[in-house]
């Protein structure tokens, strides 16, 4: 079945550096690509979604990069902050008109002050 | 517009009940599905909806049913409460256009107890 892996699990950098958590996906027909932060005890929320006809998207400090023969596509955060501090997750659309949405098993990033 | 509402918020049964989380959407969306969140396990699909009348299985549909009778509600059954079953179940809506996929916007959580 369709496959999104994750990593790392868990991040720590200082406050200003720059954050980058990779995934990879198993579905060649995948065509969207959320992500999603969740701060603790609280709802998902997407934050930057990428198409698969697109290779890069910014969207001020946050940038993903998608890869689409390596199957791979990343999260870039410059600049981080404290307040960025949270669980971020992957996510793939599966090929066709589903739209079935199946997640990484998340990143923990901790921004130390 | 109220968005994706779940309710209860927080549950405890008994090994064995039954119960149903209940999910509605107010943003006339076609896809919805539930989701369960483990520590360490991320977000895994149990099942979803393409629209009204159409249900399918997500990575983990044992012991839940589901029926969406209306474009707006999503309800989660569980037919015989487990321990393992304890968990959060997050349920999402989304747009599409075309099989293109949205991102979905997720309910606020039902935190689910199984003793």
């Known amino acids: 079945g369709e496959n999104v892996e994750q990593h790392p699990s868990t991040l720590s950098v200082q406050e200003g550096d720059s954050a980058v958590i990779k995934c990879t996906y198993s579905d060649s027909a995948s065509n969207y690509f959320p992500w999603y932060k969740q701060e603790l005890g609280k709802r998902p929320q997407l934050i930057i979604d990428i198409r698969s006809n697109v290779g890069e998207k910014k969207d001020q400090r946050i940038a993903v990069t998608l890869n689409k023969t390596a199957k791979h596509f990343s999260l870039h955060i410059t600049e981080t902050q404290p307040e960025d501090s949270a669980v971020y997750f992957c996510a793939a659309i599966t090929g066709g008109a589903t739209n079935k949405l199946i997640f990484g098993t998340g990143t923990l990033l901790a921004v130390q002050p | 517009n109220a968005g994706v509402t779940q309710t209860p918020k927080f549950q405890v049964l008994k090994t064995g009940q039954s119960m149903t989380l209940q999910c509605a959407q107010d943003m006339n969306h076609e896809y919805m599905s539930w989701y369960r969140q483990d520590p360490g396990m991320g977000l895994r699909l149990i099942h979803y909806?393409?629209?009204?009348?159409?249900?399918d299985q997500g990575e983990v549909p044992n012991g839940y049913n589901v029926s969406r009778s209306t474009t707006e509600d999503f309800p989660l059954r569980l037919l015989s409460a487990a321990p393992s079953q304890t968990s959060v179940y997050f349920c999402?809506?989304?747009?599409?256009?075309?099989?293109?996929?949205?991102?979905?916007?997720f309910g606020s959580g039902t935190r689910l107890t199984v003793v």
């Open positions: 909806s393409v629209g009204a009348g159409i249900t």
């Open positions: 999402a809506s989304s747009r599409s256009t075309g099989g293109s996929g949205y991102g979905y916007t």
